[in-house]
């Protein structure tokens, strides 16, 4: 049995801002598409979930719960049936710039 293969990349944007207005700004979910526009076209509440317009369809996103240490992670689904099975794990995290935040 051949093991997948999973590729990572690190991404970093420094932030010229304090770290709970960074936080609160990449953790609100209707925000996602004005800082990640590639990615999410759009975002809207359905239900218990969020839908994503997203380059390749809409797709389930879930994100993590509000924390004080900066996770930001997120998990999408997309909805367009034979693709559905493969869900897609993002990290993400804010990290303070220092003593200072």
């Known amino acids: 049995m051949a093991i997948p293969v ?7 944007q420094p932030a010229e801002c304090p770290f709970p207005l960074a936080y609160d700004f990449l953790s609100d979910p209707d925000n996602f598409p004005l800082w ?12 218990n979930e969020w839908i994503a317009d997203t380059p ?3 797709a389930a996103v879930r994100f993590a719960g509000r924390n ?11 909805l367009n049936g034979k693709e559905a099975a493969r869900k ?9 710039r220092g003593p200072d935040g």
Do not use: C, Q, Y
Request: aromatic share 8%; hydrophobic share 40%; no cysteine.
């Open 6 to 12: 999973l590729r990572s990349k690190t991404l970093i």
């Open 36 to 47: 990640a526009p590639a990615f999410f076209r759009s975002l809207r509440k359905s239900g």
């Open 56 to 58: 390749e369809g809409e």
């Open 68 to 78: 004080e240490s900066g996770v930001l992670d997120h998990w999408v689904v997309p």
């Open 88 to 96: 897609t794990v993002n990290p993400m995290r804010v990290l303070p």
